[in-house]
């Protein structure tokens, strides 16, 4: 069983919410789901969708192709009526030649609800269309608003009654397990960083990384998480250090834009060896673009961004289970080697939601080089051979940390020799890093073959739902700085492909650069993530 | 503890730097707190270098960012004392929104800020408080703008100490750095700082700096007193109690159940 539903409306008529719930209706079966969500950049009006697939397989991306809208407006409908077979809309508000007329607003006002509470009715018809039991949908409401939950659940039994009566079935979706967890990358690299022990959040709003925010925020007691919005973007990078150096584990979060104002700050980073995560995800640029859309255009950005040279780790995660995994081994490899880590995440992972299997006791807070002597003799830059000085902290010790080039003890030098030896021991930790990615998922592969499609990110999950179809072998490089060499010349490849959503071929020219593979481009820079059913075709093109 | 250094100091002779560092060196002294629980934060300027110079936990950070790794300390570690040394120019031009909000939300730290109304280590170009028609190399026919007035800006901006001190009179800066460090929030002392290489103004302060009696009751009186313009008052202009933003906003770190949360999720 894999199908696909849309809810779709203005801003303020609560679309994604209703498609959350929804969603769930059908992880709570025990199906994997995954929603896709289209928004613009304005609080009321304009266009909003959610797009729910559902499947008895694991999925990993939308589908393009669908059962179902559901439509709160009239202006959406031209917008998704080539997509899917039938709709269903608001008769309260305008009517259509075709498709199931549910009187929502009708409804709303029969409870006394303001409209943007009828697409609660439209769930009670789905619960019909799709044979699910209207219980499952009360309950997801009452776990979600609680006491608040009256409305919707009253709403979704009118629209039930009203479709049992009027609207033919479409399918049956028995249960088919357990519940899944459902959750949005966003979600699950903040659980994965709080799982290796984060201790502060900080960030200035900005898509799509906001909802890291918003989540961490409101779980912040429960996690044991300081969660600050500063002034700017400048103040949560510099903020961040300050916390590292007195011994917090932190991470900040931001998009390209916001990411860009926090250069100076992530040189200060890798100068005064302090480790802070940067959680990037991408949006469609360059400068403002479309700021609620989907790229990946920052990768030669984040492995060049700072000035001067200093070593850095950056991963980027392909799934939702990934980005928990992977965030929590960034936090601890910048602990380990003292230095500035990014994750770099996308708006499609970010703000996808999907249901996933996480096992969290993988990831654990593991312990940095630890300084163990005199107090009195603390040398914080400490030349050593792997280049990783012990860490210590105030009141402790005296700690000098400085983004001016320094001694061991952190004094100001600009001295020829000790300037040369302090420069080649920060750059020193790269090759320890190396060793230690070597023992680590550097890359994942999915399926076999000599044909290979290179991707990294969210492209991953289109890559390889359209591979599996076409008996591909997909790589999606997870690490890229330092770049896994090791791991792709290692491969044995006839012919090879590379998806990613710019234009430039970022990762593709990254292959050339580290393994002298020449990669047929396979990108898109139209804000839209890729898909498998758009895939398909493009990857045949390529490899016949 | 001693507070010297290995460090050789490189101020100019005569530099108004020597003041400020005597009179914190002073206060750290008199003030019987634990040394090792001192964090300084010193920005990017001559008046850094001071990080170098003190025997003390430090951060020589990047320019204008001081109250904002003030901030990031303080809520990892409230309770680690936090003192910031910044320039005019990091300070008010570089930095200045960092400065009102870390007065805003009332940091539990103290920002001294070396007021010398010049940039001296790019040798000499106005700042926010250079005074109209002050030649600098960037002004050769002088600047045009006002001067900024940190200490009416920082009681605008809400900042629960404000005082004006001078480089001249170090042991009353002394005085104002030890209150600064035991008040708890946000404690901002403006130090009139002559730069005796390119903004020599001993003469000027000499003759106009006034040292207050008593701090004003009001934030009214404080404001005349920071705007007054026959002399230039300096003294604690300002003090109220409110609560910082560390203990609004620190949550104290426990080990969460991230499984658990997971498990709520499905």
């Given at each position: 069983?894999?199908?696909?539903?849309?809810?779709?409306?203005?801003a303020g008529d609560g679309v994604k919410g209703a498609g959350m719930v929804a969603a769930r209706l059908f992880s709570r079966l025990g199906y994997h789901v995954f929603v896709h969500l289209e928004y613009q950049s304005l609080i009321r009006g304009g266009h909003n969708a959610a797009l729910v697939r559902v499947s008895s397989r694991k999925v990993r991306c939308h589908s393009d192709r669908g059962d179902l809208l559901i439509a709160l407006q009239d202006y959406v409908v031209p917008r998704h009526r080539n997509y899917v077979e039938r709709v269903l809309y608001d008769s309260s508000g305008f009517s259509l030649d075709e498709g199931y007329a549910l009187p929502m607003g009708e409804f709303a006002r029969q409870v006394k609800a303001p409209p943007v509470f009828r697409n609660a009715a439209a769930l009670g018809a789905l619960c019909h269309l799709y044979g699910v039991e209207l219980e499952l949908l009360s309950g997801i409401y009452r776990d979600a608003y609680g006491e608040k939950a009256e409305k919707d659940i009253l709403l979704a039994e009118l629209g039930y009654r009203y479709a049992e009566e009027h609207f033919e079935r479409i399918r049956e979706v028995k249960r088919a397990g357990e519940a899944r967890a459902l959750l949005d990358g966003n979600q699950s690299a903040a659980l994965g960083a709080v799982k290796a022990g984060l201790r502060c959040y900080y960030a200035y709003p900005m898509t799509p990384s906001t909802s890291v925010l918003h989540f961490l925020a409101a779980r912040r007691r429960e996690l044991g998480v300081t969660v600050v919005q500063p002034e700017n973007e400048i103040a949560a990078a510099v903020m961040a250090i300050g916390s590292a150096f007195a011994g917090a584990r932190v991470m900040v979060g931001t998009s390209g834009g916001g990411f860009a104002l926090m250069q100076e700050a992530f040189s200060l980073a890798g100068m005064a060896e302090v480790p802070v995560l940067f959680l990037e995800s991408q949006r469609s640029g360059p400068s403002t673009g479309m700021p609620t859309w989907h790229a990946q255009q920052d990768l030669r950005f984040v492995l060049h961004s700072g000035h001067g040279e200093f070593p850095r780790i950056v991963a980027s995660p392909g799934d939702v289970e990934d980005a928990f995994y992977l965030a929590g081994e960034l936090l601890n490899l910048a602990w380990r080697y003292q230095t500035p880590a990014v994750l770099l995440m996308d708006r499609y992972l970010s703000e996808s939601a999907t249901t996933a299997e996480i096992d969290a006791e993988r990831v654990r807070e593991e312990p940095p080089l630890l300084y163990r002597g005199e107090p009195g003799e603390y040398r914080r830059y400490l030349i050593t051979d792997s280049g990783v000085s012990p860490l210590a902290f105030p009141p402790e010790v005296v700690l000098k940390a400085t983004g001016n080039e320094h001694d061991e003890l952190g004094f100001t030098t600009d001295d020829a020799e000790v300037s040369s030896r302090m420069y080649e021991k920060r750059m020193r930790k790269m090759q320890g890093i190396v060793e230690e990615l070597r023992q680590r998922q550097a890359v994942r592969t999915f399926g076999e073959g000599r044909d290979v499609v290179f991707t990294w990110g969210s492209s991953t999950g289109a890559a390889v739902e359209a591979a599996e179809e076409l008996g591909l072998k997909v790589v999606q490089v997870r690490y890229l700085s330092p770049f896994p060499t090791w791991e792709v010349e290692k491969l044995s490849i006839e012919r090879?492909?590379?998806?990613?959503?710019?234009?430039?071929?970022?990762?593709?020219?990254?292959?050339?650069?580290?393994?002298?593979?020449?990669?047929?481009?396979?990108t898109r820079h139209d804000g839209r993530p890729f898909t498998a059913g758009e895939l398909v075709p493009r990857l045949e093109e390529v490899f016949g | 503890m001693?507070?010297?250094?290995?460090?050789?100091?490189?101020?100019?002779?005569?530099?108004?730097?020597?003041?400020?560092?005597?009179?914190?060196?002073?206060?750290?002294g008199e003030l019987e707190v634990d040394l090792r629980r001192l964090v300084l934060v010193s920005g990017v300027g001559c008046h850094g270098k001071i990080a170098d110079y003190l025997a003390l936990s430090s951060f020589h950070?990047?320019?204008?960012?001081?109250?904002?790794?003030l901030a990031g300390i303080k809520l990892a570690n409230p309770e680690l004392i936090a003192v910031g040394f910044a320039g005019d120019g990091d300070a008010y031009n570089e930095g200045l929104v960092h400065l009102i909000h870390a007065a805003k939300k009332n940091i539990d730290a103290t920002l001294i800020v070396h007021d010398n109304a010049v940039y001296g280590l790019t040798t000499g170009q106005a700042t926010a408080t250079s005074a109209r028609g002050f030649r600098g190399r960037s002004t050769p026919e002088g600047n045009p703008e006002e001067p900024l007035n940190p200490v009416a800006l920082m009681l605008a901006s809400g900042a629960s100490f404000v005082a004006r001190g001078y480089a001249g009179d170090a042991s009353h800066l002394k005085e104002?750095?030890?209150?600064?460090?035991?008040?708890?929030?946000?404690?901002?002392?403006?130090?009139?700082?002559?730069?005796?290489?390119?903004?020599?103004?001993?003469?000027l302060y000499r003759?106009?700096?006034?040292?207050?009696?008593?701090?004003?009751?009001?934030?009214?009186?404080?404001?005349?007193?920071?705007?007054?313009?026959?002399?230039?008052?300096?003294?604690?202009?300002?003090?109220?109690?409110?609560?910082?933003?560390?203990?609004?906003?620190r949550i104290e770190p426990r080990d969460a159940d991230v499984s658990a949360l997971l498990e709520r999720m499905r």
């Open positions: 069983m894999d199908f696909t539903f849309r809810i779709s409306g203005m090879a492909a590379c998806v990613e959503c710019n234009y430039t071929g970022q990762l593709a020219s990254l292959l050339r650069e580290h393994a002298c593979i020449e990669a047929e481009l396979i | 001693k507070l010297a250094t290995q460090a050789k100091i490189v101020w100019c002779p005569g530099c108004g730097n020597f003041g400020i560092l005597k009179a914190f060196k002073d206060a750290v950070t990047i320019h204008g960012r001081v109250p904002a790794m104002i750095i030890k209150e600064a460090i035991l008040h708890r929030g946000f404690a901002f002392v403006d130090v009139l700082q002559p730069c005796v290489t390119f903004n020599n103004t001993w003469k003759e106009k700096v006034h040292k207050i009696k008593d701090t004003p009751e009001s934030i009214d009186e404080a404001m005349r007193l920071a705007r007054a313009e026959d002399e230039i008052p300096v003294g604690i202009l300002y003090r109220e109690e409110r609560s910082t933003y560390e203990e609004e906003m």
